[in-house]
């Protein structure tokens, strides 16, 4: 089938044409939220709240606007993600910094973010930790949410703590956050200890990495992506070195792809330590987060 030709443009490029034709062309190059996609790039280039493009809907930005939007566009259709070209993503009410160095924050990892501050709403002063942090988007959502909560955070990527440590400052919780640079549990200080043990881990398959939109597969950092052959490796290591992390009764919360439950479930349910929880959903009724707690 031949592409679909590029929209005709209109005579005057009001901010209202302007959208129009942008998302009528994103549309022919496949991209599904187009017209919220290029009310995003369009608010970013003109520095205001998306919802200001209504009130100003008539007005015909500056061509040097106009050439700033064309670029970003261009790189849209290339294959680059909205958040990279912006470079933010709101998460959780929170607006956060993303670059190519992290992985785009999710609304399902909302999910996790939830039930972590629900089991640490009775605590005072709890101690968490938080594996992989990418952007930080956990690790300063329950800071920013929980204010006595301590959290360490920890990273292979000295790039991705560099994003989650200015996140941490944008939100006002670097002073209760401390950022580790290492392999997953391996950053950890020996006999430290947690009321809550959380993580985000790469959770991919090839076979599913090969499938992502090239917008993920390309663009987003594979080592926040890839979980190895069949993409539990990161799974295993967490539950054989995560019970001396937790203090008794302390929770592990992890999340997890939405074919995993069991596979996750059965990992966790092989240590002796651990007590299985739950498997929460997420917002499309999908399984999402796996729970387990440390036994007293």
């Known amino acids: 089938m031949p592409p679909e030709p590029a929209p005709q443009p209109p005579t005057v490029w009001t901010i209202q044409a302007l959208l129009k034709w942008t998302a009528d062309y994103l549309r022919t190059k496949g991209i599904e939220s187009a017209r919220l996609e290029s009310e995003v790039l369009l608010a970013h280039v003109l520095n205001c709240p998306r919802i200001e493009l209504i009130a100003r809907s008539l007005e015909q930005p500056a061509e040097a606007d106009r050439a700033k939007f064309r670029e970003l566009i261009k790189r849209r259709v290339e294959g680059w993600p909205v958040a990279y070209l912006v470079g933010t993503k709101e998460f959780y009410l929170l607006k956060f910094e993303v670059s190519p160095a992290v992985l785009v924050p999710r609304p399902e990892t909302e999910t996790l973010v939830m039930e972590a501050l629900r089991l640490l709403k009775p605590l005072k002063g709890p101690t968490v930790l938080d594996l992989g942090t990418g952007s930080g988007c956990i690790a300063v959502s329950v800071a920013h949410q929980k204010k006595d909560a301590r959290v360490t955070a920890t990273d292979i990527s000295p790039d991705a703590l560099d994003v989650a440590r200015r996140?941490?400052?944008?939100?006002?919780?670097?002073?209760?956050?401390?950022?580790?640079?290492?392999?997953?549990?391996?950053?950890?200080?020996?006999?430290?200890?947690?009321d809550l043990v959380v993580s985000n881990p790469p959770y991919v398959t090839p076979t599913e990495l090969a499938a992502l939109t090239p917008d993920v597969r390309e663009h987003e950092p594979r080592l926040a992506l890839d979980g190895g052959p069949d993409g539990l490796a990161f799974y295993r290591r967490i539950a054989a070195g995560v019970g001396p992390l937790l203090k008794p009764g302390g929770w592990l919360l992890v999340e997890i792809g939405a074919t995993q439950d069991e596979a996750v479930r059965a990992l966790f349910a092989e240590r002796a330590e651990l007590e299985l929880g739950p498997t929460l959903k997420d917002g499309h009724k999908l399984p999402r987060v796996v729970t387990a707690r440390r036994k007293a």
């Open 167 to 194: 996140n941490a400052e944008r939100h006002g919780v670097a002073d209760r956050i401390t950022f580790l640079q290492g392999d997953l549990l391996a950053a950890v200080p020996a006999g430290s200890t947690f």
